[in-house]
T-cell receptor, first 111, second 116 residues
């Protein structure tokens, strides 16, 4: 059975700190790993990482895929209160017609 | 483009009642899916569809039915609501299935369902 584990479950930091969120996976025939940010409502897409695109960056957010370690990290530098959200990691495979989600990391950024 | 829309936003049902959660997308996406989100459980797939007329079960299909008569619409039916179905329901769509290249999922705003 495909499995995605995120850590930590929750995190509280001060504005300006740098945070690293972790996602590890055990799946058959890995295809891609996706990061989503969920504030109050629907998850919104951040990054997709594949074998041909193992590093992505957008502003203060960046993500790396480590295919050897079967994991990914999401880095947020100079955090702001607007970064407070649940960050979800999901994995797709070459055969399954679904995303497998982790339980998410709840990030709270305080002043 | 409205993206993915869901109705209603909130719903309270009594045990045994039935209802349909509506989902529509205007992006001409072939793949659509329904998830439920419960505290500490992440998003779990209920049913999905790879195109009009084709549906299949996800991880937690019991108590739910779906149909896909058009590309745009993918309603989720609760046959006989139970308190265990209290959850937040998200509909999502993507251009290709998760195994494909263009598999970024776009999510609707969600329906918060309470079953008493």
């Amino acid at each position: 059975e495909d499995k995605v584990v995120q850590s930590p479950l929750s995190l509280v930091v001060h504005e300006g700190d740098t945070v690293t969120l972790n996602c590890s996976y055990e799946v058959t025939n890995f295809r891609s790993l996706l990061w989503y940010k969920q504030e109050k409502k629907a998850p919104t897409f951040l990054f997709m990482l594949t074998s041909s695109g193992i590093e992505k960056k957008s502003g203060r957010l960046s993500s790396i895929l480590d295919k050897k370690e079967l994991s990914s990290i999401l880095n947020i530098t100079a955090t702001q209160t607007g970064d407070s959200a649940i960050y979800l990691c999901a994995v797709t495979t070459g055969t399954a017609s679904k995303l497998t989600f982790g339980t998410g990391t709840r990030l709270q950024v305080t002043l | 483009n409205a993206g993915v829309t869901q109705t209603p936003k909130f719903q309270v049902l009594k045990t045994g009642q039935s209802m349909t959660l509506q989902c529509a997308q205007d992006m001409n996406h072939e793949y659509m899916s329904w998830y439920r989100q419960d505290p500490g459980m992440g998003l779990r797939l209920i049913h999905y569809s790879v195109g009009a007329g084709i549906t299949d079960q996800g991880e937690v299909p019991n108590g739910y039915n779906v149909s896909r008569s058009t590309t745009e619409d993918f309603p989720l039916r609760l046959l006989s609501a139970a308190p265990s179905q209290t959850s937040v329901y998200f509909c999502a769509s993507s251009y290709s299935p998760p195994s494909g290249v263009y598999n970024e999922q776009f999510f609707g705003p969600g329906t918060r369902l309470t079953v008493l």
